[in-house]
Structure formats: C-alpha cells, structure tokens
C-alpha cells in the first residue's frame, strides 16, 4: 500500500479547507523518509487521525470497544475530530480523504459530516471511489471500511500497528527495557500471537515425548517368540484356518436348512389360514341358504313386478277415490241443507208456501218480476204525486207572492175580510186535489215506499244467496 495524497478540512485544529499534502509530488516525492515535527497542539496526530478516519471511520485516540466505529453521538461528545471554531458555524462541513495506490490501481477513501440548514449535525457519511475515472465502488458507510481493509489486506488494529503507530507508542518502545520493548513490539506488531504459538508447540512437544517414552517402556516389556515357536503357531493358524472353512460350509448348509424350515412353515400356515377360510364360507353358505332360496323365488317372480305395481297403484288409486267420495258427499250434505235453509228463507221473503227445490228458480224469477212490477208502479205513483205536489207548491208560491201583498197592516178588518176569502179558495183547491188522487195521502205514501224498498232489500240478499249457492254447485 502507498498513500499519494492527503486532503481535509475542518478536522482537529486545523480550521477551514487546507491545500492537499502530495507525497508522490515534491520534496516528499524525493526523500524516503521524512519527520513531523512541531508544537503541542499543532496536529501531528491529526494528519494521523485523517488517514485512519477516512479509512475506517475509527482513530485511536477514541476507544471504540465494539469494534463497529465511531457514531454521531460519540464524535459531537468526544470533541476531538469537528475543529470547535468550525462546530459553531451554521452550514458548515469537515471531512478527511485519502488517495492510496495498491496493485496498480488507485482509490480514493473519503469520510463527511455536515449540518443541515436547521443547524444540527447530519451523521458521517462515507464512500471510496477507483480513479482516475471516479467511478463510485460504494457509498454505504457500513461497507466502506471493510472494503478498505480488503483492499489494504490489513484490519485497523493490524493497520494501526504496522502501518500508522497510535500517538506514543514509539516514544515508549524506545525509552522501555529489553523485555518491555520486546512486548510493546508484540503489541505494536501484533505478533504476540506467535509467542503463544512457541509455548503452545512446546507443550505439545513435551507431551509427545512422554508419550514416546511410555510406548517405549511398552515395546520392552514384550518378549520375541523362537522360530520354532512361530512355526508352530503358523501350522496351528493353518489348520485354524482349514476348520473354519470346514465351519463356514457346515454354516452354510445349516442356513440353507433353516431357510427350507421357514418355507415351510409358511406353507403350513398358510394352508392352516386357507383352511379356516373354507370352514367360514361353508358355515356362511349354509348360513345364506334361506336367503338364497328367497333370492330365487324373487328372481322367479321379477317378471310379474310391474303388473304388482300397477295393482298396488290401483288400489291406491281406488282408495283415494274413495276418501274423494266421501268428502264429495260431505260437500253435498252441507250443500242440500243450505239449499233448503235458502228455500226455506225464500218462502218467507216471497210468501209462497209452495216453494219447492223444483220450483225454486221460476217461483224466484216470478218473485223478481212482481218486484220490478211493483218498483215501476212507484215509481209512477211517485211521478203522479209529483203533479199535485207542485201544483201546491207553485200555488203556494203564487200566493206568496200575489194576495200575501195585498195585505194591508193597517185595516184589521178589511185583513180578515181577505184571509177568509182566500182560505176559502185554498180549501176549495184541496177538495179538488183529493177527488183527484183519492189513494194519494202523505201517510199511505210513506208506507208505501218503506214496502218497496224492504221488498228490494230482501230480494238482493236472494239473488246473492242464490248466486252463492250456483258457485258452490
């Protein structure tokens, strides 16, 4: 890994955007090694905090346990990377940016925190880019620093310790003593690990030696047999040997037995369970035989079904004609007595004792003929009175307006001269009227007319019983 260029703004004492430190260009370029140097407080560290910021988003002088880098809420209380003039400006920005070349290829890590026109801190963002072309790699501010490390091969712990030494920590690797700067290089290094790796191989290694050592105090104490002795051993091993193959064939034979025994013992339980099976159809056949010859007698008389139907039917059809029957005659009953309850009522209405069922009809149709005849005959009677009625009216109306005028108030005896006179014209009038309509007098006419009228009533109700009685038959 080689870092080209530095560029920051705002961060840590300095204030405001600062030129670009170039390390491939200048007097940098030409030197192989070079000395920050400068006061307390005049960002030494700083240029270190840039390039490890805008890599991983993380510096060493802010302790960051979890591993996960630092947050919003951590830079604005620690106060260590927004330079504080800048912090209590409105709009304001700060970011760190590093171009690094590896393999070839150069990239560009930036890291960025602004405010938002509110005045409050908006979170860090951060992205790397591959130049010269710019093109945009990630932007995802969780994926930046991993990706860097991908690139570099290094994590930020291995970066800080290699790469970029944390503030004093050389200062305290030269000052230690032998031990001492021998840890602190195994911190800056990190390569502790390889001294547990030694101590850990040595423990092994004195583990395995006492293991060597226990399997030789095993191998001493066994005892190597003569050459006779392992001859014979072979010769006993031989026939070892011949016997168990003796065995196997005898084995072998035994199975083949066994084998044969299940086969038949399967046979013989299967011809057992056929033979249950047979027992149980003969006890089910003998079990059937009434039901199969019921079966039989059925199948000889299938034919002959539809003809038991239809006598099955018939008879219910005659005994539904039958329950018709009755209930017809029951109609008829009550019919007949309200026939006669109607005879019986058109006797009184029309007094004629001798009105039968057979003579209902003409005796009721001569009843409605005198009815009429006697309606026209009022009517008549109605229209004649009417001649006389007026003839009174208009004489009594002339008279009002004639002799009551000649009246005078004024001569008491001359008024009952002509009051007489003219009652006795009107009484000569009235004598006249009776000759003429002897029959007609205000009483027989009243009762004439109640007559007509309870006569027609009486007739209307019989020709709605009448017509009831047609519906029902």
Do not use: C
């Amino acid at each position: 890994m080689k870092i080209k260029q530095v560029r920051f703004k705002n961060i840590n004492s300095f204030y405001g955007e600062h030129p670009p430190i170039q390390f491939t260009e200048g007097i940098l370029a030409q030197t192989g090694l070079f000395i920050i140097s400068g006061p307390t407080g005049a960002g030494k560290s700083t240029l270190l905090d840039i390039i490890t910021l805008a890599l991983f988003n993380r510096i060493p002088r802010i302790s960051d346990g979890d591993g996960r880098g630092l947050s919003k809420e951590k830079i604005l209380a620690e106060g260590l990377i927004i330079n504080r003039q800048a912090a209590n400006q409105p709009r304001t920005q700060a970011y760190a940016e590093v171009d690094y070349e590896l393999k070839g290829k150069t990239y560009r890590s930036r890291w960025s925190m602004d405010k938002n026109r509110n005045g409050n801190w908006n979170d860090y963002e951060m992205e790397v880019a591959l130049l010269p072309e710019g093109k945009l790699l990630s932007s995802r501010k969780r994926d930046v620093p991993g990706l860097n490390a991908d690139h570099i091969g290094l994590t930020y712990e291995q970066f800080i310790r290699s790469i970029v030494l944390a503030q004093g920590a050389f200062d305290k690797f030269l000052k230690a003593s032998a031990g001492d700067r021998s840890k602190l290089l195994e911190q800056i290094t990190g390569t502790d690990i390889y001294r547990k790796l030694s101590q850990r191989a040595h423990q092994k290694s004195r583990e395995f030696d006492e293991l060597v050592r226990d399997k030789d105090r095993e191998v001493s104490l066994i005892h190597l047999l003569s050459d006779e002795k392992v001859a014979e051993l072979v010769e006993q091993r031989k026939e070892i040997d011949s016997r168990l193959k003796s065995i196997e064939l005898d084995l072998t034979f035994y199975r083949n037995e066994a084998s044969l025994i299940d086969v038949i013992e399967a046979a013989e339980y299967e011809l057992t369970r056929l033979d249950r099976e047979k027992t149980n159809l003969v006890n089910r056949q003998q079990a059937f035989a009434p039901k199969a010859e019921q079966l039989i007698r059925h199948e000889l008389v299938a034919d002959l079904a539809p003809l038991l139907a239809d006598i099955a039917n018939a008879e219910t059809n005659r005994e539904r004609a039958a329950l018709d029957q009755q209930q017809g005659q029951k109609i008829v009953d009550n019919l007949q007595t309200e026939q006669r309850n109607l005879v019986s009522q058109a006797r009184l209405l029309t007094q004629r004792p001798t009105l039968s069922e057979h003579t209902f009809d003409a005796d009721l149709n001569t009843f409605r003929d005198e009815v009429v005849a006697l309606t026209q005959q009022l009517q008549n009677e109605h229209n004649r009175a009417a001649q006389p009625i007026q003839a009174i009216r208009s004489t009594l109306e002339a008279a009002s307006r004639d002799w009551f005028g000649l009246f005078s108030p004024n001569d008491p005896v001359q008024l009952l001269i002509q009051t007489t006179q003219q009652k006795k014209v009107i009484g000569t009038q009235l004598v006249q009227l009776e000759n003429d309509y002897p029959l007609m007098t205000p009483e027989r006419l009243a009762q004439e007319i109640e007559r007509y009228v309870e006569q027609a009533t009486q007739l209307s109700r019989l020709i709605e019983l009448q017509k009831l009685q047609q519906d029902r038959l």
